[in-house]
């Protein structure tokens, strides 16, 4: 399985709105894939398999995934949420904003 990548080479396959703008940033320049985020396995060929749950699939993280979910590969940023020195940032998206208001979902972008 590789997720979005290569649908763009079968004109008869529609690229989700997200593909776009994922390879334009930061991450997809940097190789970060789809399962990063999402979950899933993209190892597997079989696409229901790679994307169930058992393969840890969330598709859309909630919001209370954040910032422990970026914070798997931005520690730095993680620990100064939890030290309150990130501006604006708390653990608890009830009561504060999350990595995404500043720096997008799939557009991720440097602040």
């Known amino acids: 399985m590789t997720c979005h990548l ?22 997809g320049k940097s190789a970060v894939g789809c399962f990063h985020c999402h979950g899933g396995d993209p190892t597997l060929e079989d696409d229901e398999e790679a994307m169930s749950g058992r393969r840890g699939f969330v598709g859309v993280p909630p919001a209370e995934f954040f910032p422990g979910l970026c914070g798997r ?16 940032m708390t653990e608890n998206p009830a009561v504060g904003t999350n990595c995404t208001e500043c720096h997008g979902y799939h557009e991720i972008r440097r602040r």
């Open 6 to 27: 290569e649908t763009d080479a079968d004109p008869a396959m529609d690229l989700p709105p997200s593909v776009k703008p994922w390879r334009e940033s930061v991450h």
């Open 73 to 88: 590969c931005h520690a730095g940023a993680l620990r100064e949420v939890r030290a309150g020195a990130h501006p604006g």
